[in-house]
């Protein structure tokens, strides 16, 4: 009762946060188009640190002191984080969110078979027939979705071709590092430390990279930033950033990353919908397509992989019967 009880309040929080991250990426793609990226970083994962370490130094000081022992872990959640954040914004400013989140958040199942090897902790899984032609189908789909960016048919129309690999290489990257992140930050939680203490450490890295980064054009980046924009940035960084980051720290936490990942899918279709809402971007039929191909690809394989998941003990069962 209770696993089930975690399960669907971790599930209930993947929602909330797939509602918030797909208004985070439409309002903030269109603001990157006269706001720097990083400027945005600087903002949003300093008050991320600012809220979060005092109240773990407040109410969870075990938990901080657990961290330590898991010093190396933080360190490579800090490094992946940085690079999947910076690299997933400045996408989101020379590319179509709704395609950036399918291949950002779409990359991860298909590089989880690797990863799972890499990350200490963490049981390989054995993807059986049907899992992997699930996972051709989803590859297919994340192709059907590059191909949309490189031949001009996304909303934003033509781009060069130099742009549009950049922004491919940015998301494919970012999507790689989001998903060790992922792991390695379920395994902390495993371990016994607080989500919002986690959350507390996980940016100084981020905040370190955009900062050295803003260095090298410090103009460009300051550019076109005024008080007004300043507080408006903050107050959008806590509500579609830190929030929404909070959210989904606790629903790792609690649900299986099976139905993360389920949850995750939609939020492509989600995105595109707002985007219509918003005006930027014109519709795209061939946009809209790859972000329902990849939503039916990703719940398949995430259903596919719990069904695997419940056959493995009864199947060890049987054997041990038979013998």
Excluded: K
């Amino acid at each position: 009762m209770v696993t089930t009880n975690r399960e669907t309040t971790g599930f209930l929080l993947s929602v909330v946060f797939v509602g918030l991250a797909a208004g985070r990426d439409v309002y903030f793609g269109a603001l990157f188009q006269h706001v720097h990226p990083l400027a945005v970083a600087l903002t949003a994962f300093t008050l991320c640190t600012l809220v979060f370490l005092p109240i773990a130094a407040v109410r969870d000081r075990a938990g901080l002191a657990r961290l330590g022992r898991h010093a190396g872990t933080v360190f490579w959640i800090n490094a992946t984080s940085a690079i999947a954040w910076l690299s997933f914004f400045h996408a989101l400013r020379i590319a179509e969110p709704a395609l950036v989140q399918v291949i950002f958040f779409g990359i991860g199942p298909l590089s989880v078979t690797w990863i799972d090897r890499l990350v200490p902790g963490i049981a390989t899984a054995t993807r059986g027939p049907a899992e992997r032609r699930l996972h051709v189908g989803l590859l297919g789909a994340l192709l059907f979705a590059a191909a949309v960016m490189l031949l001009g048919w996304s909303g934003l129309g033509p781009q060069p071709a130099g742009r549009v690999l950049a922004g491919l290489a940015l998301t494919v990257g970012g999507g790689i590092c989001i998903s060790i992140s992922t792991l390695l930050s379920r395994v902390v939680n495993d371990a016994g430390v607080d989500p919002a203490t986690l959350i507390a450490v996980r940016f100084p890295g981020a905040i370190v990279l955009a900062g050295a980064l803003a260095a090298l054009s410090p103009a460009d980046v300051a550019r076109g930033l005024t008080p007004g924009t300043l507080a408006g940035i903050a107050v959008a960084s806590l509500l579609l950033i830190v929030l929404p980051n909070y959210v989904n720290q606790i629903g790792v936490a609690l649900a299986s990353p099976l139905t993360v990942r389920a949850v995750l899918a939609v939020g492509p279709v989600l995105v595109f919908g707002l985007q219509l809402v918003e005006g930027r971007l014109p519709s795209s039929s061939c946009s809209l397509a790859a972000c329902v191909l990849y939503a039916v690809f990703a719940v398949a394989s995430a259903v596919a992989r719990r069904r695997a998941i419940r056959i493995a003990p009864a199947a060890a069962l049987a054997t041990a019967a038979g013998r």
